[in-house]
């Protein structure tokens, strides 16, 4: 691994030798990542890399075998899912999340079950309008009939009702068209710009970089690239093995050998 350079004053998210897997097989060998508040980080690899999973054990859908996981100082290896969404971490899942049957602001007043108060309920959703109007400008339509990606934007809006420190997104951008990614990749910059953290794991690997302030790159289980974002886009041998294609969907040629 090369260029780990961040001071630990402003770490928000450290993850230190993280063994992990399912069943007996281990997916993640050894994760080292630091993540600096208020950052974006794009996490990139080849399939079955470990992305997701790296995100798993971060909001706590799965716990490590080994190593360890801390957030604001704090160690929380192994804590529930639950646990850290009350700490402030937020996981939006690869999949779709959101309840098609209900309407987008149901949809958003679902995030809020947690929360006791109305007005601090109603200063999320203001927060999450603010910056997706398409919550008040759809605000009574099925989220099941809107297209992937204004879902995605709801989806998105809906982490703000955590007040989140922290939000975990795992390939927001699949299956949508180049306008829908786009306006999904402006969203994201927007969430940071109202001060969230973002770790964002991205097929489109170069859209995923260009919004990002850290790349880093995942293989086979390890970190074996960090740095900063616009420094791995322009990196050749990052372009070469990574960044082939907009979207990255075979393994690098070291391992294309191997097989
Ligand atoms: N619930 C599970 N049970 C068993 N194996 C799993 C499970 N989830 C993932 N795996 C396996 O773990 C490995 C890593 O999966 P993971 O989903 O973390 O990869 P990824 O980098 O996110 O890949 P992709 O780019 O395809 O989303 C894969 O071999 C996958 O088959
Ligand atoms: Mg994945």
């Not at 992305?51 to 604001?72: H, M, R």
């Not at 603010?130 to 759809?138: E, L």
């Not at 949508?176 to 690997?205: C, H, M, Y």
């Not at 995923?208 to 322009?234: F, K, M, N, P, Y």
């Amino acid at each position: 691994m090369k260029n780990i350079n961040l001071s630990n004053t402003d770490l928000l998210l450290k993850i230190t030798d993280v063994i992990a897997g399912y069943g007996s097989g281990m997916v993640l060998k050894g994760v080292n990542l630091e993540l600096k508040k208020g950052d974006v980080m794009c996490l990139i690899g080849p399939n079955g890399a470990g992305k997701s999973t790296v995100l798993k054990t971060v909001s706590g859908l799965l716990a490590p075998k080994e190593g360890t996981v801390v957030f604001e100082g704090q160690d929380i290896t192994g804590h529930t899912p639950k646990e850290n969404l009350r700490r402030g971490i937020v996981h939006v899942p690869q999949e779709r999340s959101l309840f098609p049957g209900m309407t987008v602001w149901d949809n958003l007043l679902m995030g809020g079950y947690l929360i006791r108060s109305r007005k601090v309920i109603q200063d999320r959703i203001d927060e999450a309008a603010h910056i997706f109007p398409i919550v008040t400008q759809r605000r009574n339509t099925h989220a099941g009939s809107l297209s992937g990606g204004e879902q995605k934007q709801v989806e998105l809006a809906r982490t703000l009702i955590f007040d989140p420190k922290l939000i975990l997104l795992d390939e927001p951008s699949i299956g949508l068209d180049p306008k829908s990614r786009r306006l999904v990749f402006e969203a994201i910059r927007g969430l940071a710009t109202a001060g969230r953290t973002i770790l964002l794991v991205e097929q489109n690997a170069r859209s995923g970089l260009a919004a990002a302030d850290q790349g880093a790159i995942l293989e086979t289980g390890l970190v074996r690239i960090t740095g900063v974002a616009a420094t791995l886009l322009e990196d050749p041998e990052v372009a070469r093995l990574y960044l082939g294609a907009s979207t990255m969907t075979r393994p690098p040629a070291k391992t294309q050998q191997e097989n």
